[in-house]
T-cell receptor, first 116, second 109 residues
Framework: SQTIHQWPATLVQPVGSPLSLECTVEGTSNPNLYWYRQAAGRGLQLLFYSVGIGQISSEVPQNLSASRPQDRQFILSSKKLLLSDSGFYLC???????????????FGAGSRLTVL | GQNIDQPTEMTATEGAIVQINCTYQTSGFNGLFWYQQHAGEAPTFLSYNVLDGLEEKGRFSSFLSRSKGYSYLLLKELQMKDSASYLCAVRDSNYQLIWGAGTKLIIKP
């Protein structure tokens, strides 16, 4: 069965510090991978998605970046965090059959980032 | 623009029935999803509708009317563990998910 792992679960970082959140998927190959952010009391905001190694699409211009160095690994990074980067970050995956059926989006457990 | 509307918060009593509505205006339609999200946790998939009608899954049912841009999630025999946020999402013509802000459901004994 497929599983998705995301870490760290929580982190507190000072303004201006770097960030690295990592996500890996097991039990599938060539998944579509996503990074979402959820601010308190607000909906899910798609940040990046990837359909393959080295292929990253950015949905929202900001000081965050994403990379996909391996098929089942997706990394969210920042060189200098801002206060507004605080939130709940969620990695998710779908199968490659995105254009048929339900192709449900499955989320990792999430990473709660607090920037002080 | 694309828009998903859901009530911000609802309150219901344990053992009762509650209906959470979702209306949408999107560029195309390729399915509607409902997710449950407990506080501090990730969303988990509940249901998927792509054709008009009712999909029943145990205590939870989801209804879709594409002509009206409308869906609802029906929860029966409410339990305290059903206290959570319920997220509605629509997959548009580009196969991207558009998310509502979620409905926080509070269950009272």
């Amino acid at each position: 069965s497929q599983t998705i792992h995301q870490w760290p679960a929580t982190l507190v970082q000072p303004v201006g510090s770097p960030l690295s959140l990592e996500c890996t998927v097991e039990g599938t190959s060539n998944p579509n991978l996503y990074w979402y952010r959820q601010a308190a009391g607000r909906g899910l905001q798609l940040l990046f998605y990837s359909v393959g190694i080295g292929q990253i699409s950015s949905e929202v211009p900001q000081n965050l970046s994403a990379s996909r160095p391996q098929d089942r690994q997706f990394i969210l990074s920042s060189k200098k965090l801002l206060l507004s980067d605080s939130g709940f970050y969620l990695c998710a995956w779908t199968g490659t059959g995105s254009y048929s059926g339900a192709n449900v989006l499955t989320f990792g457990a999430g990473s709660r980032l607090t920037v002080l | 623009g694309q828009n998903i509307d859901q009530p911000t918060e609802m309150t219901a009593t344990e053992g009762a029935i509650v209906q959470i509505n979702c209306t949408y205006q999107t560029s195309g339609f390729n399915g509607l999803f409902w997710y449950q999200q407990h506080a501090g946790e990730a969303p988990t998939f509940l249901s998927y509708n792509v054709l008009d009608g009712l999909e029943e899954k145990g205590r939870f049912s989801s209804f879709l009317s594409r002509s009206k841009g409308y869906s609802y999630l029906l929860l029966k025999e409410l339990q305290m563990k059903d206290s959570a946020s319920y997220l509605c999402a629509v997959r548009d013509s580009n196969y991207q998910l558009i998310w509502g802000a979620g409905t926080k459901l509070i269950i009272k004994p």
